[in-house]
Nanobody
Framework: QAQLVESGGGLVQAGGSLRLSCAASGSIFAINDMGWYRQAPGKQRDVVALISSGGSSNYAESVKGRFTISRDNAKNTVYLQMNSLKAEDTAVYYC??????????????WGQGTQVTVSS
């Protein structure tokens, strides 16, 4: 079973920036898609950004032009650079990874979540 450990959340003023990181560890053979989701209080978990193992990325319309997803395959790590933050970006952010284990098993794994709070 892989572990995904997130870091970088916190409190920031509107217009500010934060960078989230998520490192995967365990009996990992490879990681396909990685991404970030977020869940605001009382709302469902929604995708923020996804990135393939080859580096192709997709973003939610609400964050296009402000957020950038990237990954370091050698470190099994995905990042989310968040600029021009708005109050509506406030949520718990979850890391996701589609993992191929050394055993050959394919399974999606989630991080524990990190709180991002943007004050207006």
């Amino acid at each position: 079973q892989a572990q995904l450990v997130e870091s970088g959340g916190g409190l920031v003023q509107a217009g500010g920036s934060l960078r989230l990181s998520c490192a995967a560890s365990g009996s990992i053979f490879a990681i396909n898609d990685m991404g970030w989701y977020r869940q605001a209080p009382g709302k469902q978990r929604d995708v923020v950004a996804l990135i393939s193992s080859g580096g192709s990325s997709n973003y939610a319309e609400s964050v296009k032009g402000r957020f950038t997803i990237s990954r370091d395959n050698a470190k099994n790590t995905v990042y989310l650079q968040m600029n021009s933050l708005k109050a509506e970006d406030t949520a718990v952010y979850y890391c996701y990874a589609a993992i191929v284990y050394n055993s050959g098993t394919h399974r999606g794994s989630w991080g524990q979540g990190t709180q991002v709070t943007v004050s207006s």
